[in-house]
């Protein structure tokens, strides 16, 4: 989920927190398992500050090791010693177990977008991205910040927050269901479909989509069960030639290949510039393929340029790649 969201829920997990009576009878506690649950549901995302370094290693890295099984552990260890300094009588028993259901509800949210975790490392370095929510979501930051609101104005934190943790499940158990209708429905559409993605959007009943065939990539965007196709393409492997193999090690491009599970590819050829373009079919924005990884070369196949990442226009791209060489 985005920041907001995860700042939201962890105030109102603070606030379901006084359920606790060795929480809710002492006020050093209370302040303590407060603080020490805002910040366990933002610890995770500490990793954002690898953006400032390059494209490739927040790709790469970004919901990696701080989403992982040690992560998880370790995370409200942390907390809970360096909150122990500020509050040395508050319970740590209490205070490590409420930092931990808050590093672990943050991990546990992030599974459901489109974008996931490696949340089983070191067991597994598979993304778990479930498809079922946007990383951000107005429905679920509205309903925090109502019960919020609610709470604000001196009702009852823990029965605000029960009906508001009751209402997201079933929440939740309805975009399963209508996830679930949408992929059935790109299956009906396209015969022969034998890998489909639904990634959702802002909008409840606007989704988008990408599907496989043995013989196509087929993108699209559903309303409810209704299927608008936009894009077809050739299903083309990789060609298996020295340009390629010089392209798949730049670290740009692994890194996309890391992540993305469908995609397409380009290659141009500029005066003495070869390209290799590979393109994203999850992402289609205003007929446009906005995540790419795009790998420039001379004649020899010596790598001049390259960039990964979310770009919205040509000119863009044009700017994040050296030209300098043309």
């Given at each position: ?23 809710a009878s002492n006020p050093v506690t209370m302040t303590a398992v407060i603080s020490g ?290």
């Amino acid at each position: 989920m985005d920041t907001g969201t995860h700042i939201v829920m962890g105030i109102a997990l603070g606030g379901f927190a006084l359920a606790d009576p060795v929480v809710a009878s002492n006020p050093v506690t209370m302040t303590a398992v407060i603080s020490g649950v805002i910040i366990g549901s933002l610890a995770p995302d500490v990793d954002t500050v690898l953006k400032l370094r390059d494209n490739a290693v927040y790709i790469r890295h970004h919901r990696g090791a701080t989403h992982s099984i040690p992560a998880v552990i370790l995370w409200p260890i942390l907390i809970t010693g360096g909150l122990s300094l500020f509050f040395p009588e508050a319970n740590l028993l209490h205070l490590w177990l409420w930092s931990f259901l808050a590093v672990f509800m943050h991990v546990f949210v992030d599974i459901f977008n489109s974008y996931g975790t490696q949340a089983l490392r070191p067991i597994s370095n598979r993304w778990i991205a479930l498809g079922v929510v946007n990383t951000f979501d107005p429905i679920i930051f509205g309903a925090h910040v109502l019960a919020l609101t609610i709470w604000a104005f001196g009702a009852n934190p823990v029965w605000t927050m029960s009906v508001l943790y009751i209402s997201m499940f079933i929440y939740y158990l309805v975009r399963f269901a209508v996830q679930a209708a949408i992929k059935q429905a790109v299956r009906n559409t396209i015969p022969g479909t034998d890998k489909v993605f639904v990634a959702p959007t802002m909008r409840f009943f606007h989704w988008r989509i990408a599907a496989d065939t043995d013989r196509h990539h087929y993108v699209g965007r559903a309303y409810g069960r209704a299927i608008n196709i936009y894009d077809k393409f050739m299903k083309k492997e990789l060609p298996d030639n020295n340009m390629i193999q010089a392209a798949l090690k730049d670290k740009n491009m692994a890194a996309f290949i890391s992540f993305s599970p469908l995609y397409r590819w380009e290659i141009n050829e500029y005066g003495n510039i070869y390209e290799v373009r590979l393109i994203d079919l999850r992402y289609r924005s205003n007929d446009y393929y906005p995540f790419v990884a795009v790998v420039h070369m001379d004649k020899d196949c010596k790598i001049l340029n390259s960039y990964t990442g979310w770009i919205f226009s040509e000119d863009k791209l044009r700017k994040k790649l050296d030209y300098s060489h043309n």
